[in-house]
């Protein structure tokens, strides 16, 4: 009776739920959002790409559910909290709980753990994406408000649009644009100078605003995201020894799913593909950096449809606004295996949050 007992309970011990068992912890972590980026977006980018995308080259895939607090159907402002924080919030939060209180983002708890951060967007940086990963604000839309909070961290490295929300304040006279050189950020923008013509320097903190307000889309010549995907891991890892948390954002798909216009959805699909290109060729080469792209949601309900002739697509949308379809999620380095199957958005905070040990 005595060995029966014993028996059940190592049946029962070896039975019971255990903590993923992590083969090994990155020092870096890299995280790649497509905007809008569901299945549908990325086989499109495949087939109209020569049947090739880089998403092929990562080894781990899941799926994430995108729901917020408030809505079956999130924004991106409550998708990006809950990567950023790790909280389910409502559409609209940024940076903010469901419950209308600040909640601590990775890029912060990176800051505070020594690493090097950095955000790279095609939209404005004060956009509901970027956002969410710095200010805390319990409504998307106030972008001068937004754009504060970058004075108040110590990130590294910044590449995205909304110059004006810096240097050009409606709301109060400050210039956030003078206060980031002031506090020894080399800051530049588009109408000084072309990205690629900048120099790197690892001993300072760098801005740089691609644009007024929006980017222009990739059809009307924005060409910097595969570039900064390239020199930005570069950067950052020479400004910590303790390694790095960047948040790189292809923030456009979004935007042409909304005006359901398909070729261009592709161009920005490829676009970011082309960035993921440069991030995945840093993390072969660095071993010590996971690199995850996913989506906050998708857009624009799209279907692949078959085309006039038989080997072209037709890209049909059922929507102009977002969708609540599970989007993947793709993993790349140490730590990866940690992204299969199916989680919610909330988990792949989590999971990065004990990955950098915080
Ligand atoms: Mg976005
Ligand atoms: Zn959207």
């Not at 200010?135 to 998307?140: C, F, G, M």
């Not at 050189?181 to 605003?209: D, M, R």
Request: aromatic share 10%; with cysteine.
């Amino acid at each position: 009776m005595k060995s029966v007992l014993l028996l059940f309970l190592f049946l029962f011990s070896f039975g019971a739920p255990k903590p993923a068992i992590v083969s090994s912890k990155p020092k870096n972590i890299i995280l790649l959002i497509g905007d809008g980026m569901g299945l549908a977006q990325i086989s499109a980018g495949y087939y109209a790409n020569d049947q090739k995308i880089n998403l092929e080259k990562f080894p781990v895939t899941g799926l994430v559910m995108t729901h917020s607090s408030s809505h079956l159907i999130t924004d991106s402002a409550a998708g990006a909290t809950a990567y950023a924080c790790g909280c389910k919030t409502y559409n609209g939060a940024i940076g903010m709980n469901a419950k209308k209180k600040r909640c601590l983002t990775l890029l912060e708890a990176a800051e505070q753990h020594g690493l090097a951060t950095g955000m790279v967007v095609t939209c404005s940086v004060t956009h509901a994406t970027p956002a969410a990963f710095i200010a805390h604000v319990e409504s998307r839309s106030a972008s001068e408000d937004i754009a504060r909070f970058f004075l108040e961290t110590d990130i590294d490295l910044l590449i995205g649009g909304g110059l004006k929300f810096f240097n050009d304040r409606k709301t109060d006279t400050r210039n956030l644009y003078h206060e980031l050189t002031q506090k020894g950020y080399s800051v530049s923008s588009f109408t000084e100078k072309k990205l690629p013509e900048l120099t790197f320097l690892p001993t300072q903190p760098l801005v740089w605003f691609g644009a007024q307000e929006e980017p222009t889309t990739v059809a009307e010549g924005r060409d910097w995201l595969p570039f900064a995907a390239e020199m930005a891991p570069v950067f950052l890892r020479q400004r910590s020894a303790k390694g790095f948390f960047m948040m790189l954002e292809g923030s456009q798909i979004d935007w042409a799913c909304h005006a359901n216009e398909g070729p261009r959805a592709v161009q920005e699909v490829l676009d970011f593909n082309s960035a993921i290109g440069k991030i995945l060729e840093f993390a072969q080469a660095d071993g010590e950096t996971l690199v995850i792209v996913t989506a906050d949601h998708e857009t624009g309900g799209l279907a692949l449809e078959q085309g006039a002739s038989p080997d072209s697509l037709d890209l049909a949308f059922n929507t102009k606004e977002h969708t609540a379809v599970f989007v993947p999620v793709f993993a790349y380095g140490p730590g990866s295996e940690m992204f299969s199957g199916i989680m919610d958005n909330t988990s792949i905070y989590e999971k990065m949050r004990v990955l950098l040990g915080f």
